[in-house]
């Protein structure tokens, strides 16, 4: 059964320390794994996605196949990325396209 | 504003009332999702559709709960004789058909039942 597993529902660090958002999922096919972010009074949206290895906002995500797992990363925290975090699967071989969120991290970002 | 637009915002009903809630997409995009979300969770698949044709519904859904897309723009999630249960934010999202594109989330209907 897909499924998506975010061990720890808040996370508070201080301005400028380092920031690991885990994420671990369960899939018996080939993933498409996502990161969306949703800040106060806003829309989920995306953050950033495996397939386009890219850093956003100085975030970054590696997909781990060996330990299924999708770990969200930022050097150093900043007081604006205090957000909830989701992360999300989706299929692509069993010709399911729907998205599996896991039940999100709160980051605080402390001053 | 030209994303996900979900109508209405808020909701309140009384426990056996029916409620309808609308969502218009983003004009382009083939899939359109629903989601619901409680207090402290995710967001609950509940079922997408690509254009009009439903392509699947979450086992988790009661035979309350009806959605349509019937001409494949907006969509209307309905749920027949609402629960307390039943009260939840309820998400709407919609992508290109690309697989695995990026979701486009609206700003949600939340219902409560009384």
């Known amino acids: 059964a897909q499924r998506v597993t975010q061990p720890e529902k808040l996370l508070s660090v201080f301005k400028g320390a380092p920031v690991e958002l885990k994420c671990n999922y369960s899939y018996s096919g080939s993933p498409e794994l996502f990161w969306y972010v949703q800040y106060s009074r806003q829309r989920l949206q995306l953050l950033l996605r495996h397939i386009s290895r890219e850093s956003i906002k100085g975030f970054t995500a590696d997909l781990n196949k060996g330990e299924t797992s999708f770990h969200l990363k930022k050097p150093f925290a900043q007081e604006e990325d205090s957000a909830m975090y989701y992360c999300?699967?989706?299929?692509?071989?069993?010709?399911?396209?729907?998205?599996?969120f896991g039940t999100g991290t709160r980051l605080k970002v402390l001053a | 504003d030209t994303g996900v637009s979900q109508n209405p915002r808020h909701k309140i009903t009384k426990r056996g009332q029916n409620v309808t809630f609308r969502c218009d997409p983003i004009?382009?995009?083939?899939?359109l999702y629903w989601y619901r979300q409680t207090l402290g969770q995710g967001p609950e698949f509940l079922t997408y559709?690509?254009?009009?044709?439903?392509?699947?519904k979450s086992r988790l859904l009661s035979d309350r709960f009806s959605a349509e897309r019937p001409k494949g723009s907006f969509s209307t999630l309905e749920i027949q004789r609402t629960e307390q249960g039943d009260s939840a934010m309820y998400l709407c999202?919609?992508?290109?058909?690309?697989?695995?594109?990026?979701?486009?989330f609206g700003s949600g209907t939340q219902l409560s039942v009384l």
């Open positions: 999300a699967l989706s299929g692509t071989t069993s010709g399911t396209y729907k998205y599996i």
């Open positions: 559709f690509q254009n009009e044709a439903q392509l699947e």
């Open positions: 999202a919609s992508s290109p058909q690309v697989n695995n594109e990026k979701l486009f």
């Open positions: 004009s382009e995009h083939n899939r």
